[in-house]
């Protein structure tokens, strides 16, 4: 007998750091895989090092993977990708990152995350998607104590998380309107290998292997830092076993970001710890709870805060964009 053959996944923001790792984990696994990135600089981010990264992300992929490189609002040319890849699930990880990128750049953050999403969607709905998963953020929560589950109460703060939380209820309108199915996935304090230098994880590895201070601001503030891998693996499981609703998808526990920088240091054996006074501008947050996910989709994050800081300098370090910016 032949074996079953795999679904068709179509991934949006496919180049970017989580989802190229998400790309690469379904072919891996003989998923049919296409990919949508329309390959931002998000108007800020230094474009030699976006080059290097979308280069090493590619080199995850097979060599004849599909990539449509244009922007997710272009409805014809979105129209036609799904038409002629006719995907089983779709994979929406187009975004803009952050609070910065987003509060500097909003215009084009609202095109990218509102209108993207809508062209998106309603391609969904025209051809006969069975499921989108929504890549949301923990960021919709506002500040939050550890263990929140997904019921907790939503209190936006910033543009980012504003835009991700309506983006949320954009999905549950389609979903209403044209029983369109669907899995919203809410991550958080993302790091890990060919992400860009503009994070707090990645910030901290190369202040330290400057001999830099790693600045903290808050000593009490903590986050629910989040392996890559990790996540990837839960996403996937989410849009293909899950149930109709959302899912926490991170490592479920929170660590000070003071003890993340001290963990740096002691990797890279340089660097030293600085403690400022907290942002106002940012939300509190803790860990969130990730039984549902544990249940639903067997989901079980694999790495800690120290083994992923060590395998995040393993590659900081052996980088060829890096290795000549940390001396």
């Excluded at 998963?133 to 929560?141: A, I, K, P, Q, R």
């Excluded at 120290?306 to 370090?317: N, Q, R, T, V």
């Amino acid at each position: 007998m032949a074996p079953k053959k795999k679904s068709k996944v179509l991934v949006t923001g496919g180049l970017g750091f989580i989802g190229s790792k998400v790309v690469e984990k379904l072919q891996k696994a003989n998923y049919e895989v296409e990919v949508v990135d329309a390959l931002t600089t998000y108007g800020l981010l230094d474009k030699d090092e976006l080059e290097y990264l979308y280069n090493e992300r590619l080199k995850l992929f097979r060599e004849d993977t599909k990539i449509h490189k244009i922007d997710v609002a272009e409805i014809a040319l979105m129209d036609t990708v799904f038409a002629e890849f006719k995907p089983d699930y779709v994979m929406h990880l187009a975004s803009f990152p952050n609070e910065k990128l987003t509060k500097e750049n909003p215009v084009e953050a609202a095109h990218t995350m509102c209108q993207g999403l809508a062209t998106v969607l309603a391609n969904c709905v025209r051809h006969e998607v069975k499921r989108i998963m929504y890549t949301s953020s923990s960021m919709v929560l506002g500040s939050f104590k550890d263990g929140v589950t997904e019921s907790h109460r939503t209190d936006p703060q910033g543009s980012y998380a504003i835009w991700k939380h309506a983006g949320e209820q954009i999905v549950k309108q389609f979903y209403k309107e044209s029983d369109l199915d669907y899995v919203i996935v809410r991550p958080s304090a993302v790091y890990g290998p060919l992400d860009n230098g503009n994070r707090v994880i990645a910030k901290f590895i190369i202040n330290a292997m400057r001999n830099s201070t790693l600045s903290v601001n808050g000593v009490k503030e903590k986050l629910d830092f989040t392996y890559v891998d990790d996540l990837a693996d839960g996403m996937i499981k989410s849009v293909i076993k899950g149930k109709t609703g959302t899912y926490n998808l991170t490592r479920g526990k929170s660590v000070s970001i003071k003890d993340a920088a001290v963990t740096v240091t002691n990797t890279v054996g340089k660097g030293s710890v600085g403690i400022k006074d907290k942002d106002q501008d940012q939300p509190s947050r803790g860990a969130l709870n990730i039984d549902k996910a544990k249940t639903d989709l067997k989901f079980n994050p694999k790495i800690d805060i120290e083994k992923g800081i060590k395998l995040y300098y393993e590659w900081i370090k052996d980088s060829v964009y890096w290795s000549s910016k940390t001396v």
